[in-house]
């Protein structure tokens, strides 16, 4: 059996056994609107994908990303830089180093871009690695990491108001005009990570941009873990990494956006969080995993709850690191 | 391809990753004796094994357990109880009711246990399913467990001393008589999930029986996620799953055991305690993956740290819930 469909059939199995088992429990009803079956759609929704409609894409040995079969036809014409033979693409094992890899692919991309292959054009780089601690194989243009399907990586802060002992979050309502998740509500704090930053000093930057937190005290944010997300949208496939600090504010913190992307500041009492999670669909989508996992690390779920096992190991993938 | 060789694959990828990728970074060096690698060295621990050596066990289309190919003749031997096709054994199709299951397979043991092939016979019956909220299949004779490969689960208790800024854990030295891990160091209180019972009552019981804990401040500990390992031992599967709490002692509060598991009761900073998993096999081998748990939740390691993503996301396993 190949390598490259090793990685394919985790999710499957899970998928099936999720769909196919008893509804039923010793501990309690998996009714359709119980709290466990309301979290436990966004642990489904955030791993929903088809893998059959995605080839693995590798430098070496290395599994880097998933590109679109429909898509192969456009890596078939450049054999000098993929190698697209079974059922796998590569980087062409001629490209030996970091740069030669950056500067053939950015080659191809800026060709790709004047043909509409490659829509959203940033002037980004982002680094693509096997894992999130691992050296760089080459760097590449944000608007084509979802037509790689290479893995993402984001910070994101759960604002405890106060003392915690009062549980309550601060979120944020993100502004309409916005062109994803328009007017949903969203973390007080999150952005990508910039290549060559560290993730505090990311999670201090946006902390002063997207909410007015000093730095002093954003220095206080702590990293309690991460989450991760493996999902097909629009066709790619979507890989994302994200790292969950919480802060305690002071009582008097009023938060201040700088940057536009928010309407305004809502605090909530984590119940109201839960229920927002629960029963709908205000929380921009992958807030909610960072959301959930705050609940459980902050004791809010009882194991006997339907789900909480799938939910708490389906928060993280081991192909997404 | 058939389905069960589906849960055969995660682990081997993960392994081959793990063992074939770059030691190199641009985050910080992996030397061997990083921080990073001495925790890492328990999640491979708690994950090492060779599955071409076991088969999945099943009722129907549940995949409850593996078993070890070398005992494959003994289930071969009992055609009535099990039907044992195509690289899988599985539970008798006309054993349609859960007492059924649960009487056939109680009968074959006792049978086993007479010819010596079921040694440490404890007179308790484990819940065997498919996840922990799912409905029982059958219970099954505790020292059984090992040869079926089923997962059992427990609680682990991380006793904060005092004001949790000091942060001190309170840990339990192993009495030098225990036929397991003598000498170790444990968890204040940790303990195997009786069948029926609720996560937290065992816990409450637990933290009495072990530490001494009074009802009333067991009722405060806190679940916050959980653990898992999945891992050979002594030629069988080992399947666990570990419910971690937190709870925060009194300042003035000292342990004390009363069934005669614990030697003596230590205080440890937060630092020691790292110190210990990353530098010693001090600590009872599951223990230090809670403990690997606890020091994420609350902060103490980086995103840059070597293996930060592997360590988190290999601490739990879809395959075990």
Not at 149 to 157: A, D, E, N, P, T
Not at 226 to 239: A, D, P, T
Request: proline residues 5%; negative net charge; hydrophobic residues 40%.
């Amino acid at each position: 059996m190949p390598l490259i469909s090793l990685e394919i059939l985790p999710f499957h199995i899970f998928q099936h056994e999720l769909m196919t088992r008893s509804s039923s429990s010793t501990h309690q009803a998996k009714t359709p609107s119980s709290k466990g079956h309301g979290l436990m759609r966004w642990i489904r929704r955030c791993n929903q994908k088809n893998l059959d409609n995605f080839v693995p894409f590798f430098w070496e040995n290395q599994a880097l990303g998933w590109i679109p079969v429909q898509c192969l036809s456009w890596f078939r014409e450049l054999p000098e830089v993929f190698e697209t033979e079974n059922m796998k693409v590569s980087l062409h094992s001629r490209l030996q180093t970091q740069e030669a890899r950056t500067d053939a692919l950015a080659e191809v991309l800026e060709d790709w871009k004047d043909k509409g292959r490659v829509p959203g054009w940033r002037d980004e780089l982002y680094r693509v690695s096997i894992s999130f601690d691992a050296e760089p194989v080459f760097f590449l243009e944000r608007a084509a990491a979802s037509l790689f399907g290479i893995c993402s990586y984001g910070v994101h802060l759960n604002g405890i108001a106060g003392d915690p002992e009062r549980q309550r979050l601060w979120l944020a309502r993100r502004a309409k005009d916005r062109p994803q998740y328009p007017g949903h509500l969203d973390h007080l704090v999150a952005g990508g990570l910039t290549a060559g930053m560290q993730t505090h000093e990311v999670m201090a930057r946006e902390c002063f941009e997207e909410a007015g937190i000093p730095t002093e005290l954003a220095a206080h944010a702590q990293l309690c873990g991460h989450v991760s997300l493996f999902m097909e949208n629009q066709g790619r496939i979507k890989r994302d990494l994200l790292f969950c600090y919480d802060l305690i504010l002071p009582e008097d913190f009023v938060p201040c956006n700088q940057d536009g992307e928010v309407e305004s500041f809502l605090l909530k009492s984590f119940l109201e969080v839960e229920r927002l999670i629960v029963e709908t669909e205000e929380i921009k989508l992958n807030c909610n995993l960072v959301m959930i996992d705050f609940l459980i690390r902050h004791g809010y779920l009882k194991a006997e709850m339907p789900f909480y096992t799938e939910i708490v190991a389906g928060l993280r993938s081991s192909d997404v690191r």
